[in-house]
């Protein structure tokens, strides 16, 4: 019993449907990529290269791409002429202050409603109730704000923004939370308590780091949220000493002409914290981790 | 060392009571084995000593120490769970420190409680790895030294060999047994499983469905069940059952007729019969039952014979060299004195 040649030829030259489809889904996959990539890079860049530029160059048709004669002038403008400092640090406290509140907050609440029991319905009411304040657009709630803020002499200040995010971020964090210690095996905890840990240690010790890529991108999402906040900012403070970097950048719009050279280069100033934050934190960010707590 | 006593416990989860009504004795030094099928409330009761398990009516004593209301880390008792638990991300040296760690103990003793519990189970080469880069028996052998760095008065055991495979399990339980015998600890072991339940014990609780069957030596339940539901629950190949009547000092049911059982005449009888017990006989005048073979099994050390008595089914344990074709007719001998006999409807055992 023998093949005739022939036939194994053809088989081994005939196309593999198979692989064919792999590379086209393969450069799909490729091109949606380079997509999204020019689509959200290309104004970060556009920021970056019209700082530099004179107010001339920032006009001129065709479009200046290679800046020959890069100017440093919006960058003084900015920041020693005008008070960008100031913003950027009061952005950066009122950023800080409302992730780290809003974590606290937030992974106690979310671990309560992972593993406690409640009576009747009450947890899932309690839950839908966290959630259901993120349901209405926020400008709804700028005027009993403002009313609250008044009363508790805190307007124009970085703590009214701070607690005005806070409230606005907790929702999000519980929900995000509850989700990632709902996926830790209570055994783990259960285990720690039998070892003779108590709760609280337990969740610190135990919980907290197997949650942590969950609570390094919700920290992302907290940080970015309010460093980009526009609205309660412009509403609640007035002056230098609590204005943040959206209102300072805004404010460039003036009523005779728009200072693009400023914008830009305090728009890429502002950019420059998140990323660097989120570089730092990225490592964190794998998942995981808590594969291999049990049975494998 | 302590023991541990159920006093009138029950646990209720909402409208599901998990344990009903429960009184036990574990003793000092004991290996005490909770047997059951999943759901009869087996983990839940050890889950009460542990504390991992409020106890809804009734009390908790653990020696003669009153438990409660009392936190896990007060209760002095060590667990090994199901999934082992170990903490992904510490290495296996901190995971078997950790008890140590949570108690302030000093680095130089910790240390040295770590080898030695590392030794004991044989994991001293893999102390840096990580528990995802080893394999189950391994991690077994982690959550084993983790509660052995601690001495506790009592050593809680959930199913720890379940998920091992087969060969290991059986190693394993060699070693368990051992370990408990070195150690001299009480030890309170959770399973589903009758042959380790039966290989481990010093006693065994049979339970189902909260509620305790019977409270025995391995011999005790094997030789004497209180009850339907051990019979059926202990043995491999499990008992034969058959229902039928009391009638003239004998049992009768469809296809059998069993003399020299008393218990004067009664209906509503189920006879109970091990396959070890029964045998495969030439003659036709020494058997009580013939009928045809349904399926024949090698086990290596025995042959198990499967027939068709009525509309059920009768394993008979026979000889390893038992050779005959399918369907064809035999006849098997029982030994009255080796049955068993239950009311079917209270399915209590009637003892004459």
């Not at chain 1, 070892?195 to 920290?219: E, H, S």
């Not at chain 2, 590392?118 to 982690?142: I, N, T």
């Not at chain 2, 030294?145 to 495979?165: I, Q, Y």
Request: charged content about 20%.
């Amino acid at each position: 019993m023998s093949t005739p040649p022939a036939t194994s030829e053809a088989t081994r030259r005939a196309p593999i449907p198979g692989r064919t489809r792999q590379k086209a889904k393969a450069a799909l996959i490729a091109a949606v990529i380079v997509f999204a990539l020019v689509y959200t890079v290309f104004p970060v860049l556009w920021l970056l290269i019209n700082s530099f530029k004179t107010r001339l160059d920032m006009f001129a048709i065709p479009p200046i791409w290679l800046v020959t004669s890069p100017t440093l002038e919006n960058y003084y403008q900015t920041f020693v002429e005008r008070a960008y400092l100031t913003y950027m640090a009061n952005s950066l406290i009122v950023a800080v202050a409302t992730t780290v509140a809003s974590l606290v907050i937030g992974t106690m609440a979310g671990y309560a409603l992972a593993r406690f029991d409640y009576p009747g319905r009450m947890k899932f009411h309690l839950s839908f109730w966290i959630l259901s304040t993120r349901m209405m657009p926020p400008i709804v709630t700028i005027v009993p704000l403002y009313l609250f803020f008044a009363t508790l002499d805190l307007l124009n200040t970085k703590t009214a923004l701070a607690i005005a995010y806070t409230g606005f971020n907790l929702p999000f964090v519980i929900w995000m939370m509850k989700g990632y210690f709902a996926e830790i095996p209570r055994d783990l905890e259960e285990s720690a308590m039998v070892d003779g840990d108590t709760r609280l240690g337990a969740l610190i010790r135990i919980v907290l780091p197997l949650a942590k890529p969950g609570m390094v991108a919700t920290a992302i999402f907290c940080l970015i949220l309010s460093w980009n906040e526009l609205l309660f900012a412009l509403i609640i403070t007035e002056t230098t000493s609590a204005n943040t970097l959206p209102i300072g950048i805004a404010g460039r719009i003036t009523q005779y002409k728009v200072e693009w050279g400023e914008i830009s280069a305090a728009g890429f100033a502002a950019c420059v914290p998140i990323i660097i934050f989120a570089f730092v934190v990225q490592r964190h960010l794998v998942r995981g981790l808590s594969f291999g707590a049990v049975k494998g | 060392m302590a023991g541990v006593t159920f006093k009138n416990v029950t646990k209720r989860f909402g409208p599901v009571v998990a344990v009903d009504n429960l009184d036990l004795e574990i003793e000092d030094k004991e290996f005490f084995v909770l047997l059951g099928p999943s759901g009869c409330g087996k983990t839940t009761t050890m889950r009460m000593i542990a504390g991992l398990d409020s106890i809804t009516e009734g009390e908790v004593y653990i020696g003669d120490r009153l438990v409660n209301d009392l936190l896990p880390k007060y209760r002095d008792v060590a667990m090994v769970f199901q999934s082992y638990a170990l903490y992904p991300h510490m290495t296996v040296y901190e995971n078997i420190e950790y008890p140590l760690k949570i108690r302030k103990r000093p680095v130089d003793e910790r240390r040295q409680e770590v080898m030695r519990a590392a030794e004991k189970v044989q994991l001293a080469d893999l102390l840096d790895r990580m528990p995802r880069q080893l394999s189950g028996g391994q991690r077994q052998r982690v959550a084993l030294a983790r509660v052995l760095v601690r001495k506790p008065t009592v050593f809680l055991m959930d199913e720890p060999l379940s998920n091992l495979d087969a060969k290991l399990r059986v190693q394993m339980r060699a070693e368990l047994k051992r370990l408990q015998h070195d150690l001299a600890v009480t030890m309170v072991y959770v399973t589903h499983d009758q042959i380790e339940a039966m290989t481990l014990a010093t006693r065994v609780a049979v339970l189902n469905e909260g509620v305790l069957q019977q409270l025995a030596t391995p011999k005790g339940i094997y030789n004497d069940p209180a009850n339907l539901f051990v019979a059926g629950f202990i043995g491999s190949p499990s008992m034969n059952l058959i229902t039928g009547a009391l009638e003239n000092g004998g049992f009768t049911g469809p296809g059998v007729k069993l003399p020299g059982i008393g218990g004067g005449d009664r209906s509503g009888v189920i006879i109970g019969m091990r396959p070890e017990d029964l045998a495969v006989v030439e003659d036709a005048a020494d058997g009580h039952m013939t009928a045809p073979i349904y399926s024949v099994e090698l086990t290596g050390e025995s042959t198990l014979v499967t027939v068709r008595l009525g509309g059920e089914t009768i394993v008979v344990r026979a000889d390893k060299d038992f050779d005959r074709p399918i369907d064809s007719e035999v006849h098997i001998r029982v030994d009255p004195a080796k049955t068993y006999l239950f009311d079917a409807r209270s399915e209590q055992r009637i003892r004459v």
